[in-house]
């Protein structure tokens, strides 16, 4: 997670870093750090950091200064259509139902740039506000197939020793009405290669998981998602309940 100290820099950064600036340069040195890029053309700073990418960075607008901190991501907001305004966050007690994108590639050999390009590229498939989406690398911890609620392939196999997830709240709980249409959309561009082709990256495969399974009925979500059917990869992943 990327935050910036300045008080002119209200925005909420989250993942992706994004920030229009006249110029800008890491004080004492000679460049950015490598998980950003400014584009001179737009006058642009993007970028999405990795975990080795943690500290906090000093950068300078002309004659001005402000800091931008990487921190563990601690998402809680619930994503939102680009033309929301709404916010809705997830209290501490919540049960966070969770939507992961795998993708056959480490994402911590990607430069700033081309990862700010992958969530990019979903926000705009999906629509959805682009802070929102979290890019991991490895996320072994995170996809545990005995939670996920329901599940879908891609259009390639999983490849375990390189892959990591684009991912988003969908609910505090139960999904959110708005994201029903949407996990209709990824799981059938997941399958038919379209997602694929748009990120220029294979995609094997999506889940709906939640973290707190206890909470929350599955067969409750199972009952809500009648539009997105699932996909299993391999053994079915909806267990009893």
């Known amino acids: 997670m990327a935050s910036s100290s300045n008080p002119s820099l209200a925005e909420k950064f989250s993942i992706c870093f994004l920030y229009f600036l006249y110029q800008v340069t890491d004080t004492g040195k000679d460049g950015l750090p490598a998980w950003l890029t400014y584009d001179s053309a737009t006058h642009e700073l993007s970028g999405v950091p ?16 402000f800091a931008v901190t990487v921190t563990d991501p601690s998402r809680s907001q619930v994503a939102q259509p680009v033309a929301s305004v709404e916010e809705i966050v997830c209290k501490p007690h919540d049960s966070i139902t969770v939507v992961y994108v795998k993708l056959n590639t480490d994402t911590d050999s990607l ?7 992958l969530v990019r590229s979903i926000s705009e498939h999906l629509s959805l506000q682009p802070h929102h989406i979290s890019l991991s690398s490895r996320p072994t911890d995170l996809l545990e197939s005995s939670a996920a609620l329901i599940s879908g392939a891609g ?9 990591s997830v684009l991912s988003w709240i969908v609910g505090c ?9 949407i996990l ?7 399958k038919d290669g379209s997602m694929s082709r748009l990120l220029d990256t294979p995609v094997s495969g999506w889940q709906v998981q939640n973290n ?6 599955k067969r409750r979500l199972k009952r809500a998602l009648v539009t997105a059917t699932p996909t299993p990869e391999g053994p079915s992943k909806h267990n009893p309940v």
Do not use: C, F, N, W
């Open 173 to 181: 709980g139960p999904v959110k009405s708005h994201h029903m249409d």
């Open 184 to 190: 209709v959309k990824v799981e059938s561009s997941a």
């Open 212 to 217: 707190q399974p206890k909470v929350m009925s």
């Open 155 to 163: 259009d390639v196999p999983t490849a375990d020793d390189s892959l």
């Open 50 to 65: 990795t975990a080795k990418d943690k500290g906090t960075y000093i950068l300078s607008v002309g004659e001005e200064m």
């Open 111 to 117: 430069s700033g740039s081309d990862r700010s390009r």
